[in-house]
Structure formats: structure tokens, C-alpha cells
């Protein structure tokens, strides 16, 4: 959590001096779902890849030109669902999976031409919220009673953008580097999710 709050800091730190560059905002949306892998436990808790649509918005700055360094502040919901068989029943319950999350890319980006950029790096996130329904639908395979969801995750991000007309259009590629669910199940049971997911925004330049 300490190092998540230390690139916060230095991203908010850093917005002036890459208004050098650029400062922009952005919205739009993101398609994700959960990846789950069960363990001893997927008899009772299976993977579904039905996918969640949420909302991304924020704030962007750029450092440099052909080669630039891209930080960004953004809320954004994330989420996907699961299929749960309760215990002593045989017909399995869809739970939606719902949170919210600060998220903090770190994006190294080049220029191939003046429309077109293409980016990657790490992100860092924080979670905001979280719905409940998993935790709930887990109740009889955990031996805890706190969030289902990890308070600070790290994944990363991939993708090309364009300018047209003066607006930013990004599509990129996100994904999980560290599970996301912190639940303790009976019998040490191994348990794992990290999400996955398409993100499309569009940007405008302020500065």
C-alpha cells in the first residue's frame, strides 16, 4: 500500500511539469471479466466469461514528444461474474463481481507518426469500493469475514491510440499482476482471480 501511495504522490507531483507536454482529461469504457481459478474448490466455483461493462474517467499528462512518459489518474469499475454452487445444492448461481478502483498507469509511449501512438506499462490501483455478492456467495467454502477484495493490486496495460480532430482515442489491452481476492478459504483451499479486460476512451487535451 506504501508503494502505491508513493507513485500517487509522484503522479499528482509530476502533472505540472508534464503540462510542459500535455494535460488532458478522458472518459469512456471498459469490458472486463474475473479469471478464476478454483483449485480444490471448482467443483463448487467455476470461471464464467461473461463480461462486465463499466465507466473509465480521469486525468492525463504527457512528458515529451516522439518519446513520451504518460501518467494518469483514473476511476474506473471493473467486475465480471462467476458461476457458485452452494453447498448441498447442484444447480450453480451466476454472482455478479462488481468494485471500483483508483487506478495509476505508467505509461511509456512512442510516436510512430504524428496520429498515432502506441503505449505500455504497469498500473497501480487502489480500491475504492466493492459489492458484496461475492463475499456473500463464498460465505460456506471461507473461514474469514473481511472484504473479498485486495485494498491495492498492480496490473498493467498495452494498447495504440489516434488522434482525429483533435480528440485522444485509445483502445487498449489490461490485465492482473497480482491476485485480487484476499479471501481465506476452509482447508487452505488454493484460490485465485485477477481480472482481464478492453478499455476504449477519448481524451481532449486542456493544456
Known sequence: MKKL???????????????QSGLGIKGGLGLTNVYTDAGSLKGNIQ????TKTGFVFGVWGRLGKKLYLQPELLVASKGGKVEVTPLGMSTPQLVDVKYTNLDIPILVGFKPLNFLRVMAGPVASVKLSEDKKLKDAL??????TGDAFASSTWGYQFGVGVKLLGIEIDLRREGGLSDINVLKFKDNA???????????????KII
Open 5 to 19: 501511495l508513493a507513485v500517487l504522490l509522484l503522479s499528482m507531483a509530476g502533472f505540472t511539469a508534464f503540462a
Open 47 to 50: 470461471q464464467s466469461l461473461d
Open 139 to 144: 460465505g460456506d467454502f471461507t473461514s474469514n
Open 190 to 204: 488454493n484460490f485465485s482471480q485477477r481480472p482481464a479486460g478492453w478499455q476504449l476512451t477519448l481524451g481532449f
